[in-house]
């Protein structure tokens, strides 16, 4: 069985940086599409970054473009986003989730949340303005 852990949140000053990681257990991440979604206090999950199964493609939100990097690591079973100059509209809890099934990036889009099988239980960020 596949899990998912994160790791890597706190509080950081605007214009911060952070970097999030999430491991993977139960099998590789080599060939399996990954992304983050976030979710702000009241609000709904939303996409932020997305890595294709090769490790070759990304995809990020409009309002993390720029400013955010979403990598891997195969020998060590690690997604990361590296967060920089954060801003307070930032703060949620980062989610990171595996597609399994390989259905994420087949429309073009992989920021639909029932595309990605497996979930781990989410990082608090908070920016502080």
């Known amino acids: 069985q596949v899990q998912l852990v994160e790791s890597g949140g706190g509080l950081v000053q605007a214009g911060g940086s952070l970097r999030l990681s999430c491991v993977a257990s139960?099998?590789?991440?080599?060939?399996?599409?990954t992304a983050w979604f976030r979710q702000p206090p009241g609000a709904e999950r939303e996409f932020v970054a997305a890595?294709?199964?090769?490790?070759?493609?990304?995809y990020y939100a409009d309002s993390v473009k720029g400013r955010s990097v979403v990598s891997r690591d195969n020998a060590k079973s690690t997604v990361y986003l590296q967060m920089n100059n954060l801003k307070p509209e930032d703060t949620a809890v980062y989610y990171c989730?595996?597609?399994?099934?390989?259905?994420?990036?087949?429309?073009?889009?992989?920021?639909?949340?029932?595309?990605?099988?497996?979930w781990g239980q989410g990082t608090q960020v908070t920016v502080s303005s």
């Open positions: 989730a595996a597609d399994l099934d390989g259905n994420s990036w087949y429309q073009g889009y992989p920021g639909v949340t029932y595309d990605y099988d497996v």
């Open positions: 139960g099998r590789t991440f080599s060939d399996v599409a």
């Open positions: 890595l294709s199964w090769d490790g070759v493609s990304t």
